[in-house]
């Protein structure tokens, strides 16, 4: 994934977040509970998804967010959290309250925003033992599968063979590319792709 010029990003940046529908600038209210972030019933919640598939649709007509893609709204202020008593949360505080969820949250969140600023879409891939998928631009979840499967690190932490070897195999098994998303402590992340080779 080679970086754009500023202004190409930015558009990019705006389509991800769906910016370009009126309907979509609307405040998305939510309540965080633990590791689940559930969004009223509105429009510009189904928009949200619709558009950009933050989320998954429930039956109810509530988006389910996962802690990464609430912060990513919430900092982009598009979405408005609560806790179930009805106090507001910040971005400061949801970050320390998710941080006590998911300890490796910082360095998910800094791959997570960094992906969908680039204009692509990110979801989790616990069912395929990774962090993440992520699928081609102008790709949605349903109309085609993943491209990549990222696993997010932390410049300072170690990896062993066996472990890199693992991440290899569920990538080659899913049919998808792998991606290391290396996050340094100021929050950039440097990607590796990694392939299967046969001599």
């Not at 979405?79 to 300890?103: C, D, H, I, N, R």
């Amino acid at each position: 994934m080679v970086p754009e010029e500023d202004s190409e990003r930015t558009a990019k940046t705006e389509e991800a977040v769906g910016d370009n529908n009126p309907k979509s600038k609307e405040k998305v209210k939510a309540v965080l509970s633990k590791e689940k972030v559930v969004t009223e019933s509105s429009d510009a919640a189904r928009l949200l998804y619709e558009q950009s598939r933050y989320g998954s649709l429930t039956a109810s007509g509530k988006v389910q967010l996962s802690l990464t893609e609430a912060a990513y709204l919430l900092e982009k202020g598009r979405l408005e959290v609560v806790l179930p008593s009805g106090k507001g949360v910040t971005f400061e505080a949801f970050s320390k309250k998710a941080q006590k969820e998911e300890p490796n949250f910082w360095v998910r969140y800094c791959v997570f925003k960094d992906i969908r600023n680039r204009g692509y879409i990110i979801k989790t891939a616990l069912k395929f033992g990774a962090d993440f998928r992520v699928y081609d631009r102008g790709v949605k979840p349903g109309e085609d599968h993943a491209r990549w499967i990222i696993y997010p690190v932390h410049e300072g932490s170690t990896l062993t063979w066996y472990e890199f070897s693992a991440k290899n195999r569920v990538a080659h098994s899913t049919k998808k590319r792998l991606l290391m998303g290396i996050v340094d402590d100021e929050g950039d992340v440097t990607y590796y792709e990694i392939k299967w080779m046969r001599p």
